[in-house]
Nanobody, 129 residues
Framework: QLQLVESGGGLVQPGGSLRLSCAASGFSLDHYAIGWFRQAPGKEREGVSCVSRSGSRTNHAESVKGRFTISRDNAKNTVYLQMNSLKPEDTAVYYC??????????????????????WGQGTLVTVSS
């Protein structure tokens, strides 16, 4: 059974940092591009960051550029989202998702949620003083 499990969320003060983890079980992340998405109360889900299957390409939403970094450790079958300089508007449930990529497309990185077929259950990040 393919499963993604997010962890690392919590309550943090503005300006603080958190590192989210997305661990896969039942399959290897080696063949997948990974995206991080978030959904705030009353808002639509939005793409935050993505990393290609090869790891050679990453992308970040304009709202988080320079503050968030996505990385992957295939040996640990885990993808991370390092979030620095957090703001109250970053408060949301954060989800990771995976989409299989054939070698021809191993450098593709997409933040379109519709492309992703495997989703985690989400982890809540609250930025508040």
């Amino acid at each position: 059974q393919l499963q993604l499990v997010e962890s690392g969320g919590g309550l943090v003060q503005p300006g603080g940092s958190l590192r989210l983890s997305c661990a896969a079980s039942g399959f290897s992340l080696d063949h997948y591009a990974i995206g991080w998405f978030r959904q705030a109360p009353g808002k639509e889900r939005e793409g935050v960051s993505c990393v290609s299957r090869s790891g050679s390409r990453t992308n970040h939403a304009e709202s988080v550029k320079g503050r968030f970094t996505i990385s992957r450790d295939n040996a640990k079958n885990t993808v991370y989202l390092q979030m620095n300089s957090l703001k109250p508007e970053d408060t949301a449930v954060y989800y990771c998702a995976a989409v299989a990529r054939v070698p021809l497309f191993q450098s593709l990185c997409s933040m379109g949620a519709a492309e992703y077929g495997n989703w985690g259950q989400g982890t809540l990040v609250t930025v508040s003083s």
